[in-house]
């Protein structure tokens, strides 16, 4: 089989890879060694600056923003204006779920891919499913697994962020449809698998759960003096959903009373609040009376080698987590022979036996952690090295390579047997019972604009079923002149009088599309919401992006949005509504959707409100390039001569952009020195 995966921060990534990325590095490699072809998409950057790298059977294409889409992707011609107003937008990371969609189309015809397998965080499939939802892309469709993770809703209720930061509703939307919208759903753990089914909609045992595979990860041999220290390690990001604050807190209250124990905190730190706040690593070493401090050391990330270096003088590992899915920082600490101290509130305990391989919590608060710890510490030297060597037999036989192997292909060959078996689509398609879309243009006292948008009508390849006028009474006389209905603005009612003259006129219509005079339909405008209302019987509402002539590099995208109400979506400049929605809001699907299609269908010549000013959350790519000098300067000093002078002229080309660069590295540096 050929095999599709999807995953941003594949290895080497712009920043330390979590459990996403580990996970796709261990089961390509799996997959490529039993014989099998893999293909990943991952995020290009200067560290990593080959758009495609080979590694045996193993083929890495990266892509970042300024890349060209294939030519025969649709909107080709707008995709600078498209992948500039994602990335500079509320939710950045649709700028890649953009290109994926782009790129899998490309390779689904040129590799002949089987089967694809993309993360629901951050839903970098999004824009592949809804297309292919809408009849786009390539004819063959290969079975799209979706693997759970860490859904950006759980992460930001047990992170504490705000949600009204502006990624956090995109987010939430579209990762619910593309879990809805996969063949399968996977997932490592129990835990969550049984929660997102509850979140998401799911029936009860519909996602598989596979744990992850070990990969290379392996045993350490510690002489008996290390299970004779007090030291304990935490590895992970330094997050509020990874217990960090109330371990600090545990910590703390047991240190006062053993004298010798140690903590280690190994991970990169993240942002408090979500947004540019205050550090977690700063809010924790506040933390933390001076007293005991000498005791708490903070190392930061650090190489695979030197956490290796680093597990070796560990004697207790601990997961504390207030949520967790089943995170590799335990599957690693076990494998390498330590015990593990757990909260019960993950898949960590899918893997731990209380008392034979590690020590789990009655629950994740301080105290119940401070009494683990107690119970930890006051276990014997020899009991703890024993403890560790059934740790690591126990995730060796949960997370074996070839059992996790197998289950994969024995899954994967299944989906894509069952795809093959599907009928393919009969040639002659009957004739949908309502067809033609209505148009309602809304020009106020410009009756320019009126005479504008009807010559526009005249190029749309499919033509109006009828149009009606909402306006200045002055302008009765130009509607008859034009052919098209009125009703005069000063009516309360005037959108519902509307509607009611185009489903008099045109009854066995499929939408009514409503428009701003003065915005500029694309040519296919009408023919595609038309399509989408055909193809998607559930939905009642469509939108598209929408452009704006006096910017660079703007446009209004509300991807995966929860349809609401009809008066809700009145500051849209382009909307189609279902015409049987209109006529019976109590029927058809008990939860109507709405489908932002994934292009412009418009242009308006002036944004007429501003952006709303939401508070922006920092990705992780974005702390990473906060700290991220010495990462930088030696890619430089190692990276050919052609690599340098690309990356010399893009500093020239954008110096803005550079300016904020520098500005970050001073600041770090400045920070580091007090």
């Not at 965080?121 to 292919?132: D, F, N, V």
């Not at 997932?187 to 759960?209: K, N």
């Not at 942002?271 to 540019?276: L, N």
């Amino acid at each position: 089989m050929k095999h599709l995966f999807i995953c941003r921060e594949y290895p080497p990534a712009p920043y330390p890879p979590g459990g996403i990325g580990t996970y796709v590095k261990h089961i390509c490699r799996l997959l490529a060694e039993s014989g099998d072809h893999v293909h990943v998409i991952a995020q290009r950057w200067e560290g990593a600056p080959s758009a495609i790298a080979h590694d045996g059977k193993i083929v890495v294409h990266r892509v970042s923003p300024d890349d060209p889409v294939p030519p025969n992707f649709q909107d080709a011609r707008h995709n600078s204006l498209i992948i500039n107003s994602l990335t500079r937008g509320d939710c950045p990371c649709q700028a890649f779920s953009w290109q994926v969609a782009a790129v899998t189309e490309h390779l689904i015809v040129s590799e002949g891919i089987d089967v694809i397998e993309a993360p629901e965080w951050e839903a970098p499939l999004y824009y592949y499913q809804l297309r292919r939802s809408l009849g786009l892309g390539p004819a063959k469709q290969p079975p799209c697994i979706i693997h759970l993770h860490s859904p950006s809703e759980l992460i930001f209720h047990h992170n504490q962020w705000d949600v009204t930061l502006s990624d956090y509703e995109p987010l939430r939307q579209c990762e619910r449809y593309t879990v809805q919208a996969a063949h399968k759903v996977l997932c490592p753990s129990s835990f969550l698998a049984r929660q997102s089914e509850a979140m998401f909609g799911l029936e009860t045992g519909q996602v598989r759960v596979i744990p992850y595979p070990l990969g290379d990860s392996g045993g350490i041999d510690r002489p008996a003096a290390v299970w004779r220290r007090d030291s304990v390690c935490f590895t992970g990001r330094l997050e509020l959903r990874k217990g960090v604050v109330e371990w600090v807190d545990a910590a703390v209250k047991v240190a006062q009373s053993h004298p010798t124990v140690s903590f280690d905190f190994i991970g990169s730190d993240t942002s408090f609040d979500g947004g540019p706040g205050a550090s977690v690593r700063r809010f924790l070493w506040d933390r933390i009376p001076s007293a005991v401090r000498p005791r708490f050391h903070f190392h930061g990330s650090m190489s695979r080698e030197k956490l290796r270096e680093a597990l070796a003088g560990t004697a207790i590992a601990v997961v504390p987590s207030r949520w967790e899915n089943l995170p590799y920082s335990c599957i690693e600490a076990m494998s390498s022979g330590l015990p593990v101290l757990v909260s019960p509130h993950g898949g960590m305990r899918e893997l731990i036996e209380d008392g034979e391989s590690g020590w789990i919590a009655a629950d994740a608060t301080p105290a119940a952690l401070a009494s683990a710890l107690r119970t930890a510490l006051e276990t014997l030297p020899d009991r703890r090295a024993e403890m560790g060597r059934n740790a690591a037999a126990a995730v060796s036989r949960h997370c074996s390579n070839q059992t996790v192997l197998e289950h994969h292909l024995e899954l994967r060959r299944r989906l894509v047997e069952r795809m093959a078996d599907k009928p393919a689509a009969t040639v002659s398609v009957a004739a949908p019972a309502r067809c033609g879309m209505g148009l309602v243009v809304s020009f106020g006292d410009r009756m320019d604009l009126l005479r504008e948008c009807m010559e526009n009508m005249v190029r749309q390849t499919q033509v109006a079923a009828h149009v009606v006028a909402i306006g200045s009474s002055q302008a009765l006389e130009l509607c008859r002149t034009l052919g098209v209905g009125f009703v005069d603005r000063e009516n309360s009612l005037a959108r519902e009088a509307a509607l009611q003259q185009i489903l008099e006129a045109a009854p066995y219509v499929c939408g009514i599309a409503f428009v701003e005079a003065g915005v500029q339909l694309e040519p296919h405008c009408l023919g595609t919401l038309e399509s989408v209302l055909d193809r998607r019987p559930e939905v009642a509402t469509v939108s598209g992006f929408i452009g704006y002539r006096n910017q660079t590099a703007d446009l209004d995208v509300k991807p995966g949005l929860d349809w609401q109400t009809l008066e809700a979506s009145r500051d849209c400049l382009c909307l189609a509504v279902r015409a049987e929605f209109l006529q019976h809001r109590r029927s058809g699907p008990l939860e109507w959707a709405h489908v932002t299609y994934p292009g412009i269908l418009a242009f308006a010549p002036v944004r007429k409100t501003a952006r709303a000013s939401a508070q922006k959350r920092y990705s992780a790519i974005a702390l990473a390039q906060r700290t991220s000098s010495k990462l930088m300067w030696t890619w430089f000093l190692g990276a050919p001569v052609a690599e340098k002078i690309r990356w010399v002229g893009r500093v020239l080309l954008q110096p803005r952009r550079a300016a904020q660069w520098l500005s970050w590295q001073l600041r770090t540096a400045s920070a580091r020195t007090r």
